[in-house]
C-alpha cells in the first residue's frame, strides 16, 4: 500500500484488488511522534526505498477508523486483532488488523439513530431569523443572507490573494547585512519579533473564540477566510526571517524576554481568554459586554492600530529604498489588515444595535490608555535612537492618530482629540496598488486587487 506524497493527509483508497502490490503479510511500522520529530521517519523511508510503509499516528483513532482494510466479505473473521494498536506499541501488522468492522458498526449505530428520528421537513429559514449571536437560524444555511456585506467582505478577500514566495527578497538581504545602520536591524527585528507572535493570537482569537459565537454562516465564513490569512501572515514573518537568515528562536523568543513585547502580547492574550472561557453565556449581560469589549479591543485596536501602525517603521525603510521585499509583504498584509479591522467593528456595531448593547465608558476609556501605555513603552524600545525618517514621538503620535480613526468607526468617541497624522505618507504606503509590481511577478493569475476599495 502506497500513500500518496503528493498529498500524505489524503485517505487512502484501498481495496486489496486495486493494489495488487500490497503484501498483506508486510510489516507496518506505525511511527510515533517522536520519531517524526527525530526524522526517523523520513530517514526509514528512505532506508526502504522501494516501497514506503503505511504510515498513520497510532493515536488517531477517527483516522484508523476511516479506513477500510481489503474486502470486507473476506476479512471480516479477523475482526478485532486489526484495531489500531497503543501509541507505545511501535509496530503491528496488516494480518492483526481489523477490516471493515469498525465501519460497518458505525454504519449501524448511525441507521439506528436515523430510525428512530424520522425526517420531517423543517420550516425554511427567513433572513430575519438571522442573528450575529444568539441567533435562531441554520447556521448550515448560507443564504437568504441578512448580511450581504459580509459576503462581500468575503468575496473582496479574497481579491488579495498571494504568497509570500511570489515576493523577491533578494535585494533585502543584502540590506540587512551591508547597509541596515545596527538601530534599523534593530527596528527591523523587534518589529517581526512582536508582529509574528501577534499573528498567531489573532488567528487563536478570530479561530476559537468569535466564530464559534456566530450564528449567521455569511459571517463566519469571512472568519474562516481570516483565520487563513491570519496563518498566511505568521508564514509571511517566517520567510522573512528564514530569508534574511536571522536566529529563528531569538526572534521568536522575543517577546518572552522583552518586556515591552511581552506587555502587548499579554494584553491581548487577557481579553482573549476572558471570551474563550467554555461557560461564557452570551445571553448574560456581564458576558456579552466582556465580549463586545474583548471583540472592539481585537478589531479597533490590535488589528485597527497594533498591526496598522506596527507595520510603518519597516514602511519608513522602504521609502529610503531599503528592505523593499519585506515592506512589499507587510502592504498585502496591511490590506487584510484593514479588511479585518473593517469587518470586526461592523459586527461590533451590528451586535451592540441587535443586542442592546451600552459598554461601560470607563471599560472604554480604561482599554484606550492601556493600548496607549503599552505602544508608549514599545515604540521607547523599538527606537531608542530616531532612525532616519522615524522616530519614537512619530510612532506614539500616529497611534494616538488611528485610535481616533477607529474610535470613530466604532461609534465612540475620540480618547486623544487634537491628535496629529504624524505620518502622512502611511496611508497612502498602504493603500498604494501593487498592480504593476505584482504583474512584473510571477502570480499574475491571483491578482484581482483592482477592485479593492479601501476606507
Ligand atoms: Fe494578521
Ligand atoms: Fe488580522
Redo the contacts with the bound molecule.
Sequence with gaps: MTLNWDNPLALPNTSVQSRPELDRNKSVTLITDKAVDQGEAVEQVEKNNTEPSLEYPASDTHFVQSLTFGDSANDSDSGSQRRATHPTQETTSLAQTPPATLKASLSARRREVGEQQPFTPMKPINSEDKRVINGLGDINQLAPFKYPWAWEFFINANKNHWTPLDINMAQDVSDYHHKLKPEERHVYENVLAYLTTS?IL??RN?GLAVMEKMTAPELQIYQAR?VY??AL?TWTYQHCIETIGLDQSEIYNRYRVVPEINQKIQIANRRLNAVMRSDIDLRQPDDLQEFVLSYAF?SGI??GCW?YNGFSPVFALQRRGLMKGTAEQLQY?MR??V???SF?IRVVRQIMQEENVILDPRDIRDMWDEAEAAEVAYSKFLLPTPILGYSQQDHHEQFRFIANRRARSLGMEEPFPGAKNALPWLDEQSNMRKEKNFFETRVTEYQTGGALKWE
Design positions: 499573528d489573532a488567528m478570530i481570516q490569512e491570519e501572515h481585537f490590535f488589528e498591526f498584509i487584510d489588515e479588511m479585518h479591522c470586526g
